[in-house]
């Protein structure tokens, strides 16, 4: 209490020059702005950190989202052509299958002997028509 007491009398005693106060004040003043200054140097880097990493972070993702899109449609493209080349089996498998129910006619024997061997009856006569025929009339 007694410390208190000389404490407060000591401020209530000293003489205050106005110059002098300015020239504290001042000192202070920059001080106090210089640790500002490194606080704020630390915040800025910390924010340009904290900003370098979420970009990264972002960036990645939107790669990550880019290739499962085209992924996506790579796999859709592909099932695409699945489907058409399926589809063409499929009407190449029905044309077959009608060529096989028409093999054991006598009908379909004897065509096929007279388109591909070009085999004929006794007594007919064959006619062959070459293309340099058809360009003259």
């Given amino acids: 209490m ?19 106060a300015r020239v504290r004040r001042r000192k202070k003043r920059a001080q106090l702005q210089k640790e500002n200054e490194k606080v704020s ?7 340009f950190r904290r900003r370098l990493i979420y970009g990264g972070i972002f960036i990645v993702i939107a790669l990550i989202i880019g290739a499962s899109v085209y992924n996506v449609l790579s796999l859709k493209l592909e099932e695409a052509r699945a489907i058409s ?12 299958e009608e060529e096989l129910s028409h093999i054991d006619s006598k009908e379909y024997i004897e065509q096929r002997a ?12 064959l006619y062959v028509v070459t293309e340099d025929d058809e360009k003259e009339n």
């Fill in 114 to 125: 007279r388109d591909e061997l070009r085999m004929i009856y006794p007594g007919e006569v």
């Fill in 2 to 20: 007694a410390r208190r007491k000389s404490i407060e009398e000591y401020k209530d005693n000293r003489v205050i020059d106005i110059e002098t």
């Fill in 41 to 47: 140097r630390r915040k800025k880097a910390k924010v």
């Fill in 85 to 96: 080349e399926l589809e063409s089996l499929y009407e190449e498998k029905a044309r077959l």
